[in-house]
């Protein structure tokens, strides 16, 4: 068998796989069983739409318990005491100016199963993320997306707020 990949996760994102989990294992798992054990008292399992739904969640909440375990297992943390503050790296809030637009937007560099790019959060991955990791302060980088070239001029870096 192959070995996986290590992931790398930020302080804080490592944090909630490991909340999650025990949430899933001490909380969740404890209702779901509840919810079979109700479930079952309606009698004949047969046709027992409770009861097929009570089982289909407790699948996904297994499922995901492994999945947690997994990544958990397979994950390098970033020392981010260790990232330099003059350069962008995971672990480091930026804020650019995207040329084109003369927009600011500020960025959370963070490992790929945290991104959320919704919230601010991007991979070291993508190809933003990419363009950015090493960039300091008044450097211009292009970065190739979907749509084309995205020029952006690194305006700031910090390292991110762990909460």
């Not at 798992?29 to 009570?54: Q, T």
């Not at 809030?93 to 927009?103: G, I, M, P, S, T």
């Amino acid at each position: 068998m192959a070995t996986k990949a290590k992931q790398l996760y930020t302080e804080s994102g490592y944090r909630a796989l490991v909340e999650e989990l025990d949430y899933l294992k001490n909380t969740r798992r404890a209702e779901v069983k509840e919810d079979i054990a109700v479930a079952r008292s309606f009698g004949d399992l047969s046709e027992n739409a409770e009861y097929d739904e009570a089982r289909n969640e407790q699948a996904k909440v297994e499922a995901r318990i492994l999945e947690l375990e997994d990544m958990i297992a397979n994950a390098t943390v970033v020392d981010e005491s260790a990232i330099k503050h003059d350069s962008v790296n995971i672990g480091s809030v930026v804020k650019v100016l995207d040329v084109e637009f003369d927009e600011e937007i500020e960025y959370s560099l963070v490992g790929s199963n945290e991104a959320n790019p919704l919230l601010g959060k991007i991979s070291d991955q993508s190809p933003v993320g990419r363009a950015l990791i090493g960039a300091q302060v008044g450097d211009e980088v292009v970065a190739d997306v979907p749509s084309g070239q995205l020029r952006l001029r690194v305006l700031a870096v910090s390292r991110a707020k762990n909460v």
